[in-house]
């Protein structure tokens, strides 16, 4: 328990040095796994197995929505599973509470004014009003595309995670860490972070229209890009007290499972409504 405290105690006296390490570590651990899935993206079509291309016939489409949606709903209902035991081991007597609380109160107690001003301006990537005007703009964008899918499954996206993280929120009704300054002010509950959730979600989103809308060239740039974002609007968050890890944590793995679902459901509706376009032979 007093290694995790050390711990927290350290991230909580150096908050900068931790967001550059973690966007570091967050940046390599993309990188490589965007490099390892290469081959996946390159011939991904030459290793699928005979039984996999019958199952995407056209006259499975109907059959594999539907799965699709029930995969869905399971990878949901485990979301909620995981949030309750967050929830419950965060909120007992745990090292992991020791962490939230240390941390927090380091905070607190060390990080100057600049570093708060920062980490204030830099949380603005996931406000609402933000991630509203994105949302809006993107999805004019894309209908006036035609991309009308694009366009439903992004709104969908944005709106669905903000209900569902509300959800969330009144059901653990968790009360935020105490933060005494002003340069940041949040209310109403804590668990999971809707910046974090949001953020994920609109960028992590955003990544998804680069790859199957912009050149080659531009995809693994999109990916580091909402990887980095979504990295900072986490741990601001934290640095400004008004979440703790733990919200950040769960906020992640929210908007994490949300967005998921919803690629997996577009990509469903997409090959249905293109199965019902081609002639069963």
């Not at 980095?228 to 950040?248: C, E, I, P, Y």
């Amino acid at each position: 328990m007093m290694d995790v405290q050390a711990m927290a105690l350290w991230a909580g006296s150096h908050p900068l040095t931790v967001w550059t390490g973690g966007l570091a570590i967050a940046l390599v651990a993309a990188a490589a796994a965007w490099a390892a899935n290469g081959p996946l993206r390159t011939h991904g079509a030459r290793w699928v197995a005979p039984w996999t291309e019958r199952w995407g016939a056209p006259q499975n489409a109907g059959a594999r929505l539907l799965a699709t949606l029930c995969v869905a709903a399971l990878l949901l209902l485990a979301c909620a599973q995981a949030l309750a035991a967050i929830a419950e081991e965060w909120a007992a007597p745990t090292a992991w509470a020791l962490f939230d609380d240390t941390l927090a109160a380091t905070l607190r107690a060390t990080a100057s004014v600049a570093t708060l001003t920062l980490f204030a301006n830099l949380t603005h990537a996931g406000d609402t009003a933000v991630l509203t005007v994105l949302t809006v703009a993107v999805a004019v964008a894309l209908w006036l595309r035609r991309d009308r899918l694009l366009a439903l499954g992004w709104t969908a996206a944005l709106a669905g995670n903000g209900l569902l993280t509300r959800g969330f929120k009144h059901t653990f009704e968790r009360v935020r860490p105490v933060h005494t300054h002003e340069i940041a002010v949040a209310d109403g509950f804590s668990f999971p972070s809707g910046h974090s959730s949001s953020s994920l979600v609109a960028y992590g989103m955003l990544a998804y229209l680069a790859l199957r809308l912009l050149p080659a060239r531009w995809h693994l740039p999109a990916v580091l890009v909402a990887v980095a974002t979504v990295f900072t609007v986490g741990w601001s968050r934290v640095v400004l007290q008004v979440h703790f890890a733990s919200d950040v944590l769960a906020g992640w793995l929210t908007g994490g499972a949300w967005l998921v679902c919803c690629v997996m459901v577009m990509s469903g509706i997409g090959h249905w409504r293109r199965s019902r376009a081609t002639p069963v032979a």
